[in-house]
């Protein structure tokens, strides 16, 4: 069974920077196209950035050229470095492995990122 161990959450003031890590165990990682999630107090979970087998990335547009997603097969683990934070991102960040068939997610317990400004 997959676990996934989120990492790196903090409070930061906006124009900061963040590094959020997840430990991935259970699975073949290199198989899997992962992705971090956020939630923020009153609204839905959203995608925020996923990072394909082949390490394709993709992006919500909210954060596009201020996030960047990777991973590392050897270490079976997947960062997101978070760099000119604005209190709008404030939310609980998720990370998340997508099934082999695209169709499910599973998540982590999340970590809390909080931006102060």
Same mark, same amino acid.
């Given at each position: 069974?997959?676990?996934?161990? *989120? $990492?790196?959450?903090?409070?930061?003031?906006? +124009? +900061? &920077?963040?590094?959020? &890590?997840?430990?991935? &165990?259970?699975?073949?990682?290199?198989?899997?196209?992962?992705?971090?999630?956020?939630?923020?107090?009153? =609204?839905?979970? *959203?995608?925020?950035?996923?990072?394909?087998?082949?390490?394709?990335?993709?992006?919500? @547009? $909210?954060? =596009? +050229?201020?996030? %960047?997603?990777?991973?590392?097969?050897?270490? !079976? %683990?997947?960062?997101?470095?978070? !760099? $000119?934070? =604005?209190? *709008? @991102?404030?939310?609980?960040?998720?990370?998340? =492995?997508?099934?082999?068939?695209?169709?499910?997610?599973?998540? +982590?317990?999340?970590?809390?990122?909080?931006?102060?400004?």
């Amino acid at each position: 069974q997959v676990q996934l161990v *989120e $990492s790196g959450g903090g409070l930061v003031q906006a +124009g +900061g &920077s963040l590094r959020l &890590s997840c430990a991935a &165990s259970g699975i073949i990682f290199s198989f899997f196209t992962m992705g971090w999630y956020r939630q923020a107090p009153g =609204k839905q979970r *959203e995608l925020v950035a996923t990072i394909s087998r082949g390490s394709s990335t993709d992006y919500a @547009d $909210s954060v =596009k +050229g201020r996030f %960047t997603i990777s991973r590392d097969n050897a270490k !079976n %683990t997947v960062d997101l470095a978070m !760099n $000119s934070l =604005k209190p *709008e @991102d404030t939310a609980v960040y998720y990370c998340a =492995k997508r099934s082999l068939d695209g169709s499910t997610w599973s998540w +982590g317990q999340g970590t809390q990122v909080t931006v102060s400004s």
